[in-house]
């Protein structure tokens, strides 16, 4: 019996010596990843900040971009490895003949979470318990601030209204503010009645007192958006098919960065200030905390996450074709796990 353990133990030694083996020998690689600075990367942000990726060989210079389309760009000219996209960039990208694909997920669902001026909900007797039917419906004359046209902010405050059965050009007022500090400057000062964005603009303005956040999606109060793959990190095909290994080893730092930020979010914080160096720590505590039930776990995606989104993109006229949502063509899970 002692004999079987300890040679169970050799053995258990051997592959673990072998795989740091292994770990070691992997060439040392510099990554480039052009982001948005959306705390949607938090996992990649810790994963460089705590020395996963030094441990995993890759020197990772993390660039922020102002746009998506300047990512996008980066990437497909080869001056960047990794961006944090949307399915849209890809299927547009797509009829150009460019392909990019998923190889780590971010987000489960859409993380847009609506806060409204407590007057004006208290007048429209909506809170977050009350059906969603009826909280869309409130949306009806108010002055809603977008970050610009054509932005996530006005798509989906868009896609609201016309669920409520409402003329977005008509029955509301689309009023463009700017980002998340223009945003909380015009509902403190009653320039609009409500906006939605990312955690923790929204939770800003409720822990000061002058909104109160009458719909989560980012904690799936939008059915539809939820399991939906809004946002996730990708890479060039051509890139991915010539550099499997440097994708899985950067995976497994994120994957190991992820569960960090699960277990301990103080430390995670820590990590993440980094990155956000001129945040007050508390309100990154605060995003975090509001942000994470919208995280992807583990990184993986399904056919339906992207079927949804795509359905989306096409029902609200983004894109005028869908593209197949199978495996392979815009996403992979291959590099997961490995």
Known sequence: MHRTTGRSLAVVAAVLLAAASVQAQAPRVKITEVHTGTLFMAPVYIAEAAGFMAEEGIDLELIEVESGALGIAALVAGQAQFFDADPFQAVQLRRQGKQILFVYNLTKRVTLDLVMHPEVARQRNVTRQTPLAQRLAAL???????????????????????????????????????????LLAALRTRQIDAFHLSAPTPYVAERDGFGVVVIKAS?????????????????????ANRNADVVRRWVRAVTKANQLMRRDQAAAVQHLRKHFPRTDPAVLALALREMLPALSEDGSMSEQMMQKHIDFMYDTGQITYKPSAREGLLWTNRFIGK
Do not use: C, S, W
């Not at 939820?226 to 946002?231: K, P, S, V």
């Open 219 to 239: 904690a799936g109060d939008v059915p539809e958006l939820d399991n939906f793959l809004y946002t996730g990190v990708a890479v060039h095909n051509v890139y």
């Open 140 to 182: 009806r004359g108010l002055r809603l601030g977008i970050t610009r046209p054509g932005a996530a902010t006005d798509v989906y405050m868009r896609y609201y209204l016309k669920r409520a059965g409402l003329d977005p050009d008509r029955d509301a007022q689309l009023l463009t503010i700017g980002g998340g500090a223009g």
